[in-house]
């Protein structure tokens, strides 16, 4: 797999980077792969464990013991703990308010990001999450950031039902040591704040081509 068969999409906490990248897959024909979910899947299974998530020392030791698998089924990562499916789960206020903790590890993201080349390099792909561009897939030509308002960001969780504060997992996210939440340099920023979701992937479609990105062929219509 090269480096134009790699879509990168990153951005902070609620920006709908998540939504974005899925549409797009859908458009294209391609995967589409979720790293936060694998970061809360770990996060979970830390919660379920016993094991203190402020407690580095302990994370590390308790890594090697949770059973996390990564399938791809119809374009989409599943994330399997135990041979059991979470994704219900993933999205709850304990693992809302534990995964960048958990994220700040270097040797969780060093388990992560391999699994994540692994992945995306198996199939054409957009994947999406914090550190894509910058150290996932540094090599890929296609490298998208997703901003929004802090206000809207904030809004979108709410309509989603979701108490998630955004603004402090953003904090810790951009603050830490290893593999920081920011733009690569060579990323197009694009800001959802007052754009529909339908417009978001359309700007990205049209900028594809000059990115190396030939997509003839593949593409269906928009479908979540
Ligand atoms: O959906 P939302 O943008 O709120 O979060 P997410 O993509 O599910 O990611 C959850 C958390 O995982 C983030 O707040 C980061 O702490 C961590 N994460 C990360 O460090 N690196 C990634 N590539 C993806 C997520």
Redesign the pocket.
């Known amino acids: 797999m090269s480096a134009d068969k790699i879509i990168t999409i990153d951005g902070?906490?609620?920006?709908g980077?998540?939504s974005v990248a899925r549409l797009l897959a859908n458009h294209l024909g391609w995967a589409c792969i979720?790293?936060?979910?694998m970061?809360?899947a770990i996060t979970l299974g830390l919660l379920k464990a016993g094991v203190d998530v402020h407690d580095e020392a302990a994370v590390v030791t308790a890594l090697p013991t949770i059973p996390l698998e990564n399938v791809l089924v119809d374009g989409r990562n599943l994330i399997l703990l135990s041979g059991q499916e979470v994704e219900n789960e993933l999205n709850s206020e304990d693992v809302n308010n534990s995964?960048?903790h958990v994220?700040k590890v270097p040797q969780v993201?060093t388990q992560l990001v391999a699994m994540q080349r692994d992945l995306g390099l198996a199939q054409p792909s957009v994947m999406?999450?914090?550190?894509?561009g910058t150290v996932?897939f540094p090599e890929a030509s296609a490298k998208f950031y997703i901003d929004a308002s802090e206000e809207v960001r904030a809004r979108r969780r709410g309509d989603q039902g979701l108490s998630?504060s955004?603004r402090e997992?953003d904090r810790?996210?951009s603050t830490r040591k290893t593999?920081p939440l920011m733009a690569a340099a060579d990323a197009v920023i694009i800001d959802s704040s007052e754009l529909s979701l339908q417009e978001v992937v359309d700007k990205i479609v049209a900028l594809l081509p000059s990115r190396g990105v030939i997509t003839s062929g593949k593409a269906s219509s928009y479908a979540a």
């Open positions: 902070p906490a609620a920006s980077k998540s979720n790293t936060g979910n970061y809360r995964v960048s994220a993201r999406e999450g914090r550190d894509i996932v998630d955004v997992r810790m996210d593999a």
